[in-house]
């Protein structure tokens, strides 16, 4: 299993452009989150999905959105890119119904808006 | 918001020594509090989780502790090796959907 796999690793945005983060898990996870993690600080939720086709806000939502088409992809989506969106984007996805709570996360986007 | 917070930010120990990594959560309501690990550009790792119904876990090396009446948690490392360094955060839920995390503390550990 790859596991849970983001993409672009790095990217560099000017202001008001858009972007959309890619994230896929081979686990058949049905949970699958979006946080960001600003410099020297702990990991704030954006976007959270239970399943296809549900999706529903976290700590942080204002200016993403998401979707959830498959139970494998649930890509990030940034609108008009602005400096305060600078930061590392990780993705996770955990299965709480199987007992096991863990979420496993990706490997990280670093997106720097300019 | 939640507030998940840690006593220190950085902590040095010597490679064999014990390291105690502290946590202080706000939400009485919080059932349910994770350790993660996460080295240098990688994202982060679980590494142990309690329940509110217990005080106290062990793992592979690793302890939790859960003290509900001051709403602490520590991760208790025995015999710290250099693999050891890293960020470390808690984290917690009450709805198992929304994780609140801390802001971490650095380990390094010293050879």
């Known amino acids: 299993n790859a596991g849970v796999t983001q993409t672009p690793k790095f990217r560099i945005l000017k202001i008001g452009q858009s972007m959309t983060l890619q994230c896929t898990q081979d686990m058949n996870h049905n949970y699958m989150y979006w946080y960001r993690q600003d410099p020297g600080m702990g990991l704030k939720l954006i976007y959270y999905?239970?399943?296809?086709?549900?999706?529903d806000k976290g700590e942080v939502p204002n200016g993403y959105n998401v979707s959830r088409s498959t139970t494998e992809d649930f890509p990030l989506r940034l609108e008009l890119a602005a400096p305060s969106q600078t930061s590392v984007y990780f993705c996770?996805?955990?299965?709480?119904?199987?007992?096991?709570?863990?979420?496993?996360f990706g490997p990280g986007t670093r997106l720097t808006v300019l | 918001g939640e507030s998940v917070g840690l006593h220190l930010p950085t902590l040095s120990v010597q490679e064999g020594d014990n390291s105690i990594i502290n946590c202080a959560y706000s939400n009485s309501a919080s059932d349910y509090f994770i350790w993660y690990k996460q080295e240098s550009g990688k994202g982060p790792q679980f590494i142990i989780d309690?329940?509110?119904?217990?005080d106290k876990r062990q793992g592979q090396r690793v302890t939790v502790l859960l003290n509900k009446t001051v709403k602490h948690l520590s991760l208790q490392i025995a015999a710290t090796q250099p693999g050891d360094s890293a960020v470390y955060f808690c984290?917690?839920?009450?709805?198992?959907?929304?994780?609140?995390f801390g802001t971490g503390t650095s380990l390094t550990v010293i050879p």
């Open positions: 309690i329940r509110s119904n217990m």
């Open positions: 996770a996805s955990s299965s709480p119904g199987t007992g096991d709570n863990e979420q496993f």
């Open positions: 984290a917690e839920t009450n709805t198992g959907n929304q994780f609140y």
């Open positions: 999905s239970v399943g296809a086709g549900i999706t």
